[in-house]
């Protein structure tokens, strides 16, 4: 019992909405005596309507975890506008309740901006309630005071400003709101579009655009997953650019960087979807292949060779970049890490061997 009475104390202390929902129901419940007091048939309608909202607005509390929130919301303010309409209507005695109506469309911004609504939700609900205050305004207006408390002068006078600072209010509420909503909705844009860049940052190699080591194991993942179940073999390459010391020492680490760049962009554009290119680490570079076929070591060779034809131009100077490549598959091999493993043992025995080369896995 204690545990469920601190979480109800929790609820009401963290949900805006369930704050308005019971402070809604004490106002109506303490206002419900001065119209039995009042009674009369004039007060009978008012008396009916402050109790149905109580009831309607106590069943959205208690049932609050299991109704939409977004129908609570819709629920509630209907609920709101119809007390306030049926309290107009019966008593003709217009006390203030076109100010709680109006308080409502700011109400409504602020009890749904959690929830994905439309943009023709908010105006729906918007515009019933700017109806019902104009019904209201308009009653008001029927029923002005009498000439002998008002001349003719101030009643225009008492009609036109009310009716201006209505509409002024409701114009500048509405449009507030709209304000309100758009930079809301401007700032989430923003927020997805930095979280978007801040996950592309996290997967993929400052330097190249490539994937880094982190998507790269998710790849593995992938590849390994669809091998269990459908039995698709895949290949990994690694290859590493040969004599890369040699080229920082003799051009500078700004022409290494922009080899690495300028070369892996070579080896990204050669191979399309959906083979995949990522960078290992410091000069070393990943290629996956999800399927593998007859063609995979001919084309991988094809490939080695026409980078190592094309020169790098770097400030008006032709570099020869060559790399060594490592090839092997997932035909002998449970795990994508002793694929690689494999392929980057043959990578060392073609450094070992001259360099420039493809070296391909027995186990392929």
Not at 7 to 19: G, I, K, V
Not at 60 to 73: A, E, N, R, T
Not at 169 to 186: F, K, N
Not at 211 to 226: G, L, P, Q, S, W
Request: proline fraction near 2%; charged fraction near 25%.
């Amino acid at each position: 019992m204690h545990d469920s009475v601190k979480h109800a104390l929790h609820s009401f202390s963290t949900d805006r909405y369930l704050t308005v929902l019971t402070g809604s129901v004490i106002l109506h419940t303490l206002w419900l005596p001065v119209f039995i007091y009042l009674s009369g048939k004039d007060f009978l309608g008012s008396i009916i309507a402050d109790s149905v909202t109580i009831l309607i607005e106590l069943t959205l509390i208690l049932y609050h975890s299991k109704i939409k929130k977004i129908v609570s919301i819709t629920i509630f303010l209907l609920c709101v506008s119809f007390f306030c309409l049926t309290q107009a209507l019966t008593t003709r005695l217009v006390c203030g309740m076109e100010y709680v109506l109006i308080a409502c469309i700011p109400g409504l911004f602020l009890l749904s901006k959690d929830e994905k609504t439309s943009r023709t939700y908010v105006i729906t609900m918007n515009f019933i309630l700017i109806l019902s205050v104009a019904f209201i305004t308009y009653l008001k207006l029927a029923a002005l005071p009498p000439e002998d408390i008002f001349d003719e002068k101030r009643q225009w006078f008492y009609v036109s400003s009310q009716v201006f600072y209505t509409v002024t209010i409701m114009a500048l509420l509405v449009y507030g709101c709209l304000a309100t909503d758009i930079t809301m909705r401007r700032l989430k844009n923003k927020r997805v579009f930095l979280q978007k860049k801040m996950d592309y940052l996290a997967k993929h190699d400052y330097l190249t655009g490539l994937m880094n080591r982190r998507r790269t194991m998710e790849i593995f993942d992938d590849v390994k997953y669809e091998k269990l179940s459908s039995g698709t073999d895949y290949a990994i390459a690694i290859f590493d650019i040969d004599d890369f010391k040699k080229i920082n020492d003799s051009w500078g680490h700004d022409a290494g960087d922009f080899i690495l760049k300028t070369y892996s962009k070579t080896v990204w554009d050669y191979f399309k979807e959906p083979v995949r290119i990522g960078r290992w680490g410091g000069e070393e570079f990943l290629i996956v292949f999800p399927e593998i076929d007859e063609n995979t070591i001919y084309e991988l060779e094809n490939a080695r060779k026409s980078f190592s034809e094309k020169p790098v131009i770097y400030e008006g100077n032709e570099i020869s970049v060559t790399a060594t490549f490592g090839l092997s598959s997932s035909r002998n091999f449970t795990e994508p890490v002793d694929v690689l493993n494999d392929a980057d043992e043959n990578l060392y025995i073609g450094k070992q061997n001259g360099k420039n080369r493809l070296v391909v896995s027995e186990k392929f």
